[in-house]
């Protein structure tokens, strides 16, 4: 429910709900609570609402030291806060996920540092493909992050479209219209967003 409603735009609704099943989390698992307060920390940040967020992020470690939303979630709030070089040496002192090095890229690229933001893109590619040894592949994930970043436009658009046979969800969706606009099929990626 709090998914539907911040896809429909209602923040405050979505808040609401994902409170409650923060509220409904036993306290015998501290890894669910951690999660749940992680999201609550995002949709704060989507709100503008960087303090909250951060009080969110930092109880969601104090509550499962380490946890990886919420080290990222805290360095997203230093990136709201155009804090890039904290956040960049923030993310380097966690687990590297392929979330966190396209982050890292991402910085770094703001930064300037064409040459730094290459090798976390191909790390967080990397990681990502390496993680499909141990966990249910993600292509489309794969073909977003390659797509936003304006990476291999055909092989983009391969992952994407082979994740929408299986799936045609709105995040698969999603990573295939991004991936067709980037490579300059702007009708295909309208007809997707359709």
């Known amino acids: 429910a709090a998914y539907a409603r911040e896809l429909q ?9 994902m409170q409650m099943a923060a509220e409904g989390t036993g306290a015998h698992d501290p890894e669910a609570q951690a999660w749940y307060l ?6 704060l940040l989507l709100e503008g609402r960087l303090d909250d967020a951060d009080r969110r992020f930092k109880q969601a470690e104090f509550t499962f030291p380490g ?9 997203r709030v230093l990136i709201a806060r155009n804090q890039l070089r904290e956040a960049y ?16 890229g991402d910085i770094a690229a703001r930064l300037g540092d064409e040459g730094a933001a290459r090798r976390a893109y191909a790390e967080a590619e990397r990681a ?27 092989e983009a658009i391969e992952l994407a479209e082979g994740a929408a046979t299986v799936r045609r969800d709105i995040h698969t969706m999603d990573a295939l219209a ?11 990626a309208a007809k997707t967003i359709a």
Request: aromatic share 10%; glycine share 8%.
């Open 9 to 17: 735009g209602n923040l405050e609704s979505a808040h609401t709900y």
């Open 38 to 43: 992680s999201q609550l920390g995002n949709l």
């Open 67 to 75: 946890h990886p939303y919420a080290h990222t979630g805290r360095a």
């Open 89 to 104: 040496t923030f993310l380097a002192s966690g687990h590297d996920t392929p979330e966190t090095l396209a982050i890292r």
């Open 128 to 154: 990502e493909r390496e993680g499909w040894q141990q966990e249910e592949p993600q292509p489309a994930a794969l073909a977003r992050f390659l797509a936003e970043r304006g990476l291999k436009s055909s």
């Open 178 to 188: 991004w991936a067709y606009w980037r490579a300059g099929r702007v009708d295909a």
